[in-house]
T-cell receptor, first 115, second 114 residues
Framework: QKEVEQNSGPLSVPEGAIASLNCTYSDRGSQSFFWYRQYSGKSPELIMSIYSNGDKEDGRFTAQLNKASQYVSLLIRDSQPSDSATYLCAVNRENYGGSQGNLIFGKGTKLSVKP | KAGVTQTPRYLIKTRGQQVTLSCSPISGHRSVSWYQQTPGQGLQFLFEYFSETQRNKGNFPGRFSGRQFSNSRSEMNVSTLELGDSALYLC?????????????FGEGSWLTVV
């Protein structure tokens, strides 16, 4: 069983729509969860981090975490063509000051926002 | 505030050679991790250093090594390069926010082994 699973896509949405990206993980001991955006040929850029159950909103982005279901999602409202990228979900068993531990990444979901 | 800085950005090496990559974390960050990204395997954890000590290590052969200096700057070394080592090597630094660690990546070093 893969540790972090994401639908590889591509996920295609029209401009202005809501894009919904999903991620499941296998380690129940996971403590911290991240969404990164990666444009082709570039490095991952942190979009959201979430550590407790529920929703966390930042601008057009909302991360949702459900530890009981081992599920984390990212919603992108009012999607723009510039949001077209690969979105990587990452989970970490560590969550304490100092050591960042090691992130386990999914393979990513490719999002395409059509004008 | 400067981000995570990696050098060199691009390099080409020959099989059997060795390579050293450098990473300067965000000022104040003491934890540095290294990752390898390839199209087939995705992003994979290599190792983490915190206060000059290796805290975690991924499942890579001993040809991959690293170290961290007292100023938190880190280097990773790959000896006896193989074609399969061609990849994007990413450095990440992190800081404790009170709720959790926030982890940022540098722009990466693109390594091509020929």
């Amino acid at each position: 069983q893969k540790e972090v699973e994401q639908n590889s896509g591509p996920l295609s949405v029209p401009e202005g729509a809501i894009a919904s990206l999903n991620c499941t993980y296998s380690d129940r001991g996971s403590q911290s969860f991240f969404w990164y955006r990666q444009y082709s040929g570039k490095s991952p850029e942190l979009i959201m981090s979430i550590y407790s159950n529920g929703d966390k909103e930042d601008g057009r982005f909302t991360a949702q975490l459900n530890k009981a279901s081992q599920y984390v999602s990212l919603l992108i409202r009012d999607s723009q063509p510039s949001d077209s990228a690969t979105y990587l979900c990452a989970v970490n068993r560590e969550n304490y000051g100092g050591s960042q531990g090691n992130l386990i990444f999914g393979k990513g979901t490719k999002l395409s926002v059509k004008p | 505030k400067a981000g995570v800085t990696q050098t060199p950005r691009y390099l080409i090496k020959t099989r059997g050679q060795q390579v050293t990559l450098s990473c300067s974390p965000i000022s104040g960050h003491r934890s540095v991790s290294w990752y390898q990204q390839t199209p087939g395997q995705g992003l994979q954890f290599l190792f983490e250093y915190f206060s000059e000590t290796q805290r975690n290590k991924g499942n890579f052969p001993g040809r991959f090594s690293g170290r961290q200096f007292s100023n938190s700057r880190s280097e990773m070394n790959v000896s006896t390069l193989e074609l399969g080592d061609s990849a994007l090597y990413l450095c990440a630094s992190s800081a404790w926010t009170g709720a959790g660690n926030t982890i940022y990546f540098g722009e990466g070093s693109w390594l091509t082994v020929v």
